[in-house]
């Protein structure tokens, strides 16, 4: 019962054991994957408001400058020194004709035609840049010199085409009067058709007017704005090649809407103001445009792109995640990008991390199922030393006022149950105690083989089967009774020797373990004798099967 007991709970330990194993895996598993997955959501969400803070910090300088190059504040001060520049040169030429004048080496007309024809001759901005010349003749002033339209000159320039100054189509020439007489110089903003690759619109252009009053003369130039812009773009994209971010690993690009042409790339100089025709890169670009398009002008673009390995190997694919942001009035696309494989490498690295504490749980329990194991066989080891199950009471008897009766427990056609069964003998109350495990194993087996085969017969018996030809006997009568009482004779009979060999067997143990009393020697069984009578009954109820 003590073992019984001990395997018992020894497995009831171990299932328990796996049940609470199994769901704290399950616990562990569960928990490192939503960890995984937090982390990775707000790993990115962090990447996304990073990159989108870049590309807004970027955008917001070309929309400063750009709106820059269309405010006549700033036009007046980014263009000014140049403007003045040229008209400095200009009046510096009519001065000199002046001092002829007055040295008398030029008269007065002669002056006046020689000076208009050396400042017909200036120019600036790569050839664009002219100076003209008009009077202060009112209320429309005449053009004293054009550079580009000679037919022009003197004529008073009243043309309703002129009418385009001051955002309010002004007359361009007067509005140059009236700065003039009021100030002597200033600015005027005006639109004027400009040719751009063939095609002729209306662009804005800033012009700077200066009072030559001892000749009556109005000295003028301009530039466009639109060519501002594009100088202010310009400015806007070296400081973006100058900036980084994130250890120098960041930076940005600009493309153009108009075609798949990358404006900058501060990494890869060597493919700006270059029509692609990689079909990798011109579908990402045109990406780019839709998701600017589709989005409210800003979206992420998740792709692959190759990167450069530590080691200096061949640039392997690795996910990228790219912020971009569309600037309209320009048509310019800023964006600026990340790789995302240190993002996998952390959620792998957790991965790791969540499988090696599994191993080390499932090692721990392991280890605590072992020791425990241990313990209960110690403990069982210690309640079998101080209840020992080893003990036994043997009556002696004689079979002739034997009245016992030997009952087999219940059995089926293929499996036998033996139980103990208590001998009782008619002489004496003396009962000995078996201390000798060895004996009492001996005995134990003993008496299971025996009560083993008298119960074999008696089941065949019962089931009216045949013990010695294993035929069945069911359905004669007379045959099936005289069966049974020749199988019922036998068990009887073997039942005796039962006994007599169990009385032998005790005689031989109480002699060994009281080797002082007297014991005649005739009466005790030798052990081969004792065997030898075991060997015969059994072989010969073991044959009869």
Sequence with gaps: MTFKTILTSTAYFILALSIVLTFTIYDLIERGDSDIEKY???????????????????????????????????????????????????ESIINSKVEAVKNQELTLFEAQAQAAAEIKKLRYDNGKGSIWITDTTSPFPKMVMHPIEPSLDGQEMKDHKYNTALGKGQNLFVAALEKSQAHGKGFINY?????????????????????????DWIISTAVYVDDAGYDAIEKTIDELRQMKYNNGVGYFWVNSTSDTNMVMESNLPSIEDQILDNDKIKNL?????????????????????????MEGGLPQEANKLSYVKLHDPSGL??????????????????????EEEITLLVTKMVIIAMIAVFLIGIIGYLLGKLFPKGKKTVKPHSMAGSSSVVKPAPVSTNHFVTQEIPVFSQGGTDQSTLETNECIRMVQ?????????????????????????????????????????????????????????????????ETNQAPSQTTNSADIPNLNQVMGNLDKMVGKDIKMF
């Excluded at 095609?199 to 007017?209: D, S």
């Excluded at 995302?340 to 952390?346: A, G, T, V």
């Excluded at 013990?467 to 068990?491: H, Y």
């Design 40 to 90: 990775q959501n707000d790993e990115l969400l962090r990447i996304k408001q990073s990159l989108k803070d870049h590309v807004d910090m970027a955008y917001a300088m070309i929309d400063i400058n750009y709106k820059n190059a269309r405010d006549k504040a700033y036009l007046e001060k980014y263009y000014g020194r140049r403007l003045t520049n040229v008209i400095d040169i200009a």
């Design 333 to 354: 696309i800023v964006g600026t990008s990340v790789y995302l494989d240190h993002l996998e490498k952390i959620s792998s690295a957790k991965k790791a991390s969540v």
């Design 285 to 309: 670009f045109n990406s780019f445009i839709e998701v600017c398009k589709k989005q409210n002008g800003s979206g992420f673009i998740k792709y692959k792109w190759p990167k450069n390995t």
């Design 445 to 509: 087996e003993i008496t299971k083989t025996l009560i083993a085969e008298q119960s074999k017969l008696l089941d065949r018996a019962l089931q009216g089967v045949s013990p010695r030809n294993n035929q069945s006997v069911i359905g004669n009568t007379s045959e099936m009774t005289n069966q049974v009482k020749q199988v019922t004779d036998e068990v009887k009979q073997l039942a005796n020797q039962t006994y007599r060999t169990i009385d032998d067997m005790k005689k031989m143990v």
């Design 191 to 215: 639109l004027w058709p400009k040719k751009t690759e063939g095609v002729t619109h209306k662009a804005l252009k800033l012009a700077y007017v200066r009072l030559f009053q001892e000749w």
